[in-house]
C-alpha cells in the first residue's frame, strides 16, 4: 500500500523557516517525481515545488521562488521542503505528492498519482 506521510508543520511567526518531509513507502520512489502543494480552505490546491527522480531539476511557484527549497533524501523516497522567509500568505495545509510519469507540461496541476494527507502551516504576522 503506499503511503505518503508528511511532517514538520506547525506554528510560526513570519519571517521564520520550517522544513517539512515527506516520506514515501510502499513502492521503490526512487523513480518518481516528488512535489508539494498548498490548499486553503475554501480555494483550490495550489503547486508548490517538484523535483526530479535524480534530483538533478527543480520546479517552483513564483511566490515561493528563492524561499523555498525542495530536495531529496540519499535514498530518493523522502522528500523534503525547506522554507525560510515565511509571509502570512503562505499559512495552508501542504501536501506531498508523487507521480511516476508526471511531465513537466502538466505537473503543476493537482493531477498527481500518490497523496499525503497533509500538514498544516501557520503563519502569524
Known amino acids: 500500500q503506499v503511503q505518503l506521510v508528511e511532517s514538520g508543520g506547525g506554528l510560526v511567526q513570519a519571517g521564520g523557516s520550517l522544513k517539512l518531509s515527506c516520506a514515501a513507502s510502499?513502492?521503490?520512489?526512487?523513480?518518481?517525481?516528488m512535489g508539494w502543494f498548498r490548499q486553503v480552505l475554501g480555494k483550490e490546491r495550489e503547486f508548490v515545488a517538484a523535483?526530479?527522480?535524480?534530483?538533478?531539476?527543480?520546479y517552483y511557484a513564483d511566490s515561493v521562488k528563492g524561499r523555498f527549497t525542495i530536495s531529496r533524501g540519499n535514498a530518493r523516497n523522502t522528500v523534503y521542503l525547506e522554507m525560510n522567509g515565511l509571509k502570512p500568505e503562505d499559512t495552508a495545509v501542504y501536501y506531498c505528492?508523487?507521480?511516476?510519469?508526471?511531465?513537466?507540461?502538466?505537473?503543476?496541476?493537482?493531477?498527481?498519482?500518490?497523496w499525503g494527507q497533509g500538514t498544516q502551516v501557520t503563519v502569524y504576522s
Open positions: 505528492a508523487a507521480d511516476e510519469t508526471i511531465t513537466t507540461t502538466i505537473m503543476r496541476s493537482p493531477n498527481w498519482d500518490y
Open positions: 510502499g513502492r521503490t520512489f526512487a523513480r518518481y517525481v
Open positions: 523535483i526530479s527522480w535524480s534530483g538533478g531539476s527543480t
